[in-house]
C-alpha cells in the first residue's frame, strides 16, 4: 500500500525542488544585501521552507495517486447515468461549493480582507460570496459539457458584465474581485473539480474531452470577479440606505 502511494516521487521531488530553489536564492541574496536578519529568524525560516517543501511534495504525490483518479472516476460515473442534465449541475454547484471552503488561498485572502479593511468586509462574507461565484461556474461548466456550448458564449459575455460591474461597484471591491479569480482557481479547483469535468466529457457522447473537458478553470476565474464586485454593489447601496 505505502509503496503504491508513493510509486514515481521521483519526479514530484525535482518539479518542487526546481520551484523551491529559485526563491530561496532571492531570499539569501536579499539577506546578505539588504535584510541582515538574526540568526534566530533565519532559522525559522529555513525551518518554515523545509516543511513548504515537505508539504508540496506530498500534496503534489496526493494529487496524483488520489485526487485525479478519484475525480475522473467521480465524472466518468455522473456522465453515465442517464437523465442528468440537472444533476450534474446541481452537483457542480455542490462541489464548487465544498471545494472553495477547502481552497487554503482563499481562506488567506479572505483573513487579509477582514483585517485591512478593519472588520469591514468579514471573511466570512467572502467566503460565501467567493463560494456561490465558484458553485455556479462549476454548475454552468457541467451544463455547458452537457450541452456542447461553446466555451466563448460563457466567457465574453462574462466579462463584458464584468466591465460593466467595474466602473458601478465599490471601488474597494474591485482589486479584491480580480485577485479573488486568481485564488479561487486553487489547488482544490484545479486537481479534484477539473477532473471530474474531463471524465464527465470523456464518457457523454458527442463530446471531445479536449475540448468540452476543459476551459472550467476560466469560468471559475470568472465568476468570483463578477460575485465579489455584485458584493461590492450591495455594499454601496447598503452605505447609501445609511446615510
Known amino acids: 500500500m505505502i509503496r503504491v502511494l508513493f510509486e514515481d516521487i521521483e519526479h514530484v521531488l525535482i518539479e518542487v525542488t526546481m520551484a523551491v530553489i529559485p526563491l530561496l536564492i532571492f531570499f539569501f541574496v536579499f539577506q ?6 538574526e540568526k534566530e529568524k533565519i532559522k525559522n525560516i529555513v525551518i518554515g521552507i523545509i516543511f513548504t517543501f515537505a508539504g508540496l511534495v506530498l500534496f503534489l504525490q496526493g494529487v496524483e495517486v488520489g485526487f485525479f483518479p478519484a475525480g475522473e472516476a467521480i465524472g466518468e460515473s455522473l456522465g453515465a447515468r442517464e ?26 485572502l479572505n483573513y487579509e480582507v477582514e483585517k485591512v479593511t478593519a472588520g469591514s468586509i468579514s471573511k466570512n462574507v467572502m467566503l460565501i460570496t467567493l463560494s456561490l461565484g465558484v458553485g455556479v461556474s462549476i454548475a454552468l461548466s457541467m451544463f455547458r459539457i452537457l450541452a456542447g456550448i461553446p466555451l466563448w458564449w460563457f466567457i465574453v459575455p462574462g466579462y463584458a458584465l464584468a466591465l460593466i460591474l467595474i466602473f458601478i461597484s465599490k471601488d474597494r471591491f474591485i482589486s479584491i474581485a480580480f485577485d479573488a479569480g486568481g485564488v479561487a482557481t486553487g489547488p482544490m479547483t484545479v486537481t479534484f473539480i477539473m477532473a471530474i469535468a474531463v471524465g464527465v466529457a470523456t464518457v457523454t457522447e458527442g463530446r471531445d474531452p479536449l475540448v468540452d473537458g476543459f476551459g472550467m478553470i476560466a469560468l471559475v476565474a470568472l465568476t468570483p470577479i463578477i460575485s465579489v464586485l455584485i458584493l461590492g454593489l450591495i455594499y454601496k447601496q447598503k452605505e447609501r440606505m445609511e446615510q
Open 32 to 37: 546578505f544585501f539588504f535584510l541582515k536578519l
Open 83 to 108: 437523465n442528468t442534465m440537472f444533476l450534474l449541475p446541481a452537483l457542480g454547484f455542490l462541489f464548487g461549493l465544498v471545494a472553495t471552503f477547502a481552497e487554503p488561498a482563499i481562506r488567506i
